[in-house]
Nanobody
Framework: QVQLVESGGGLVQAGGSLRLSCVAS????????MGWHRQASGQQRELVAG???????TYADSVKGRFTISRDNAKNTVYLQMNSLKPEDTTVYYC?????????WGQGTQVTVSS
């Protein structure tokens, strides 16, 4: 089993930046893909960005060119650098990790962007 702990959320003005971090523990040797989803109130959870163990990345169209995902396998950590933030980026961000076919979730971190 994998446990995930996120940090780095907060309040920022439009145009600002935040960096989210997610540290994995537990059965870390089985982890392959990691990434971030977000879920606004009343909406489905959507993929923001994902990264494979080898470093291949994927992004939602809405964040391409503004967000960058990276990971440090030695530290069992995945990061989400968020630049040029917009009010519509406001929501809870959840880290995920796949170990085999099993996906684990973090508890979520709130990102609020003021206009």
């Amino acid at each position: 089993q994998v446990q995930l702990v996120e940090s780095g959320g907060g309040l920022v003005q439009a145009g600002g930046s935040l960096r989210l971090s997610c540290v994995a523990s537990g059965n870390i040797f089985a982890i392959n893909d990691m990434g971030w989803h977000r879920q606004a109130s009343g909406q489905q959870r959507e993929l923001v960005a994902g990264i494979t163990r080898g470093g291949s990345t994927t992004y939602a169209d809405s964040v391409k060119g503004r967000f960058t995902i990276s990971r440090d396998n030695a530290k069992n950590t995945v990061y989400l650098q968020m630049n040029s933030l917009k009010p519509e980026d406001t929501t809870v961000y959840y880290c995920y990790a796949y170990s085999g076919n099993r996906r684990s979730w973090g508890q979520g971190t709130q990102v609020t962007v003021s206009s």
